[in-house]
């Protein structure tokens, strides 16, 4: 059966309009981003005013020398030693002052950065600690006990180095665990 088409009633007319667009929102980066990113440059400016004391530590030892004697610098590592560790912390500060400033801007390349100094200036440093001589002539503990103290000295620097470069790359890269990291 047909129904008549009431002659009063309004026809509507035009086309459909398109589907809406769904537009996905990126959720806020995780905030552990950011306190990482601070806590990155905190480390690089500490690290750069550590490296005034490494540099501080020449000129004491030049002033023990001058006024304590010549016989006093047998007993003291050598200056190369601080200038070297003094440079690599000042340069590894700057890099890390820059890497936490992109990771603090939500920056993956920040974490890349980061890493690749927390390994770069430990194997510098370990390189340093195990090249370096004591001043003392003989090390051993104990006469023909074989106990070396500059032995243990360089691999306990060799394991605390080691150590930290895991706990530090662990720390940095927590951003990128999280399920929405948020990191560009």
């Known amino acids: 059966m047909v129904m008549p088409v009431d002659p009063n009633s309004t026809i509507l007319t035009g086309s459909a309009s398109p589907s809406p667009v769904i537009i996905p929102i990126e959720d806020e980066p995780h905030v552990i981003t950011k306190i990482i990113g601070i806590s990155i440059m905190c480390v690089g400016g500490m690290q750069m005013v550590g490296s005034l004391f490494s540099f501080g530590t020449i000129g004491l030892n030049n002033w023990l020398e001058s006024s304590m004697g010549s016989e006093v610098g047998y007993a003291l590592l050598p200056s190369w030693y601080y200038a070297a560790t003094?440079?690599?912390?000042?340069?590894?500060?700057?890099?890390?002052?820059?890497?936490?400033?992109?990771?603090?801007?939500?920056?993956?390349?920040?974490?890349?950065?980061?890493?690749?100094?927390?390994?770069?200036?430990?194997?510098?440093?370990?390189?340093?600690?195990?090249?370096?001589?004591?001043?003392?002539?003989?090390?051993?503990?104990?006469?023909?006990?074989?106990?070396?103290?500059?032995?243990?000295?360089?691999?306990?620097a060799a394991l605390g180095s080691i150590c930290g470069m895991v706990f530090c790359g662990i720390i940095t890269i927590l951003p990128l665990f999280f399920a929405n990291h948020g990191l560009r």
């Open 86 to 156: 003094g440079l690599i912390a000042l340069i590894a500060g700057a890099i890390f002052l820059y890497s936490g400033y992109q990771i603090q801007t939500y920056q993956k390349k920040g974490i890349w950065i980061t890493l690749g100094i927390v390994l770069a200036s430990n194997i510098a440093n370990l390189l340093i600690n195990l090249s370096v001589e004591f001043p003392q002539g003989d090390t051993e503990v104990y006469p023909g006990s074989g106990i070396d103290v500059q032995l243990i000295s360089q691999g306990s």
